[in-house]
């Protein structure tokens, strides 16, 4: 009985060790990419007057690039609570699609694992996640590991840049390119039939047009739904031409 | 700015941005949803990456403007190509990196 339970735990142990190794391995290209980000995110709230203390509650509490750095303008610049928390909320509400789209594969979640998951959604790890979660070969744990060792990887590189990281010099070995990149390979893994590359083609061009006719980034939200609505109209579409019921 | 204020800034900023991450995953992931909710989410990844990256190498911010031949755009075809033939995420990191360096270096 002893050796059985000595057994179960050591499986248990075994289990954990590989959903840390295997998160982590798929957690590493965010982190590269967050660090050239994270460490000019620091160097810019320093130097708007807030202390690497300061720095680590917001990272911690947002955790969100963008946003962050639109908050830290606007700081400098006096503006009101109110102001900033709207700003945020509208920057970050791309968030909500992608929330939506993890939910899919996370039916057998309890409650409190999605409160503790939701916390770690980003354009990166939620584009990892997703990858991953579509080959079929991931759980909820590991998905929880991408999205707490990239908010790691966040708070550790914001604080070092507000510790100074301008010895760091800019555009060192293009890792400025890292999460272009990144996406990039992301973007192809969900390139899996016409409809795809349609839908992405469609979102990409409305997501440029937007962006240049409206200030902020709720073109991000706009394009995709538009462009998302539309290949699916148009999957239908053929799918009833072809005579193929579709409940 | 005083520590108190700063740090309801910070709160208030952490709520409005974890309530969407938030609601959608509490409120969805437990039940059946529609077979046409499905298909739509489905297209959603992609229509959400294509938004980002098309943005992000075409156009120049503040002030925003077209730019469709820039290095990062440059970059992105052969990197792209990378990712299509290899499909490796690490690998395609690696030479988008190596190739970014280069471009900035010599172009």
Redesign the interface.
């Known amino acids: 009985m002893l050796k059985l339970r000595s057994e179960i735990g050591f499986d248990c142990e075994m289990k954990f060790t590989t959903t840390l190794i295997e998160g982590f391995k798929a957690a590493?290209?965010i982190c590269?990419?967050y660090f050239p980000i994270g460490l000019a995110f620091g160097v810019l709230a320093q130097k708007a007057?807030?202390r690497p203390i300061?720095i680590a509650?917001?990272s911690v509490?947002?955790?969100?690039g963008s946003?962050q750095f639109i908050?830290v303008s606007m700081?400098s610049s006096g503006a009101a609570?109110m102001a900033?928390?709207?700003t945020?909320?509208i920057v970050?509400?791309?968030?909500?699609?992608?929330?939506?789209?993890?939910?899919?594969y996370?039916?057998r979640?309890d409650?409190k694992f999605?409160?503790l998951?939701?916390?770690g959604?980003t354009?990166e790890s939620?584009?990892?996640n997703?990858?991953k979660f579509r080959e079929r070969e991931w759980d909820k744990g590991r998905a929880l590991v991408v999205n707490h060792v990239a908010n790691a990887a966040w708070v550790i590189s914001t604080v070092a840049g507000g510790y100074g990281g301008e010895f760091i010099p800019a555009?060192s070995?293009?890792?400025?390119?890292?999460l272009?990149?990144?996406?990039?390979?992301?973007?192809?893994?969900?390139?899996r039939g016409r409809?795809?590359y349609i839908?992405?083609?469609?979102?990409?061009?409305?997501?440029?047009v937007l962006?240049?006719l409206i200030p902020g980034n709720s073109?991000?939200v706009l394009?995709?739904?538009l462009?998302?609505?539309a290949?699916?109209c148009l999957?239908r579409h053929v799918q009833r031409k072809k005579g193929i019921h579709?409940? | 700015?005083s520590t108190d204020?700063?740090?309801?800034?910070?709160?208030?900023?952490?709520?409005?941005?974890?309530i969407?991450?938030?609601?959608?995953?509490?409120f969805?992931?437990?039940r059946r949803?529609p077979?046409?909710l499905?298909?739509?989410?489905?297209?959603?990844?992609?229509?959400?990456?294509?938004?980002?990256?098309?943005?992000?190498?075409?156009?120049t911010q503040s002030p925003?403007?077209?730019d469709l031949f820039q290095i990062?755009s440059l970059?992105?075809l052969p990197?792209?190509l990378f990712?299509?033939k290899t499909?490796?995420?690490?690998g395609?990191?690696i030479?988008?990196?190596?190739?970014?360096?280069?471009a900035?270096k010599f172009l």
Do not use: C
């Open positions: 590493w290209p590269m990419g007057g807030l300061e509650l917001m509490f947002v955790f969100a946003a908050a700081l609570v900033i928390a709207m945020t909320f970050n509400l791309r968030h909500f699609l992608m929330s939506s789209s993890l939910a899919v996370l039916q979640a409650r999605l409160s998951f939701a916390y959604v354009d939620f584009a990892v997703m990858a555009g070995f293009g890792i400025d390119y890292a272009s990149a990144m996406f990039l390979a992301l973007l192809v893994f969900q390139l409809i795809y839908t992405g083609i469609l979102a990409g061009a409305l997501a440029v962006s240049l073109y991000v394009a995709s739904v462009a998302a609505t290949g699916f999957r579709v409940n | 700015m204020r700063y740090l309801f800034t910070v709160l208030s900023m952490g709520l409005v941005t974890y969407p991450r938030w609601f959608p995953l509490f969805l992931a437990r949803l077979q046409w499905i298909e739509w989410l489905d297209l959603i990844p992609v229509a959400i990456l294509s938004a980002l990256i098309f943005a992000d190498l075409f156009t925003g403007r077209l990062k970059v992105a990197t792209f990712a299509l499909r490796s995420l690490g395609t990191v030479v988008g990196m190596s190739l970014y360096w280069l900035d």
